[in-house]
């Protein structure tokens, strides 16, 4: 656990919002991380992975606050 914090290697699966289409298309993608996610825009997420706007900018947020 100590590895986990020390090295935000928390995984896709912690954010509450990550459903189980936005978890497909991250794992295909070979996004397994939260800290992976926080490095993009709600834009690209939307873009890439087809996601809605308003859960984007969720995940992007949680992803944020997860590792910062």
Known sequence: ED???SKNLYPVT????????A????AAA???FARDIA????????RRFQIQPSL??????EAAALTN
Do not use: C
């Open 30 to 32: 070979g996004i397994l």
């Open 3 to 5: 590895m986990i914090e």
């Open 39 to 46: 490095r993009f825009t709600v834009q690209d997420l939307e």
């Open 56 to 61: 984007a900018k969720r995940i992007v947020n």
């Open 14 to 21: 912690v954010l509450i919002s990550v459903n189980r289409h």
């Open 23 to 26: 978890r497909e298309r991250f």
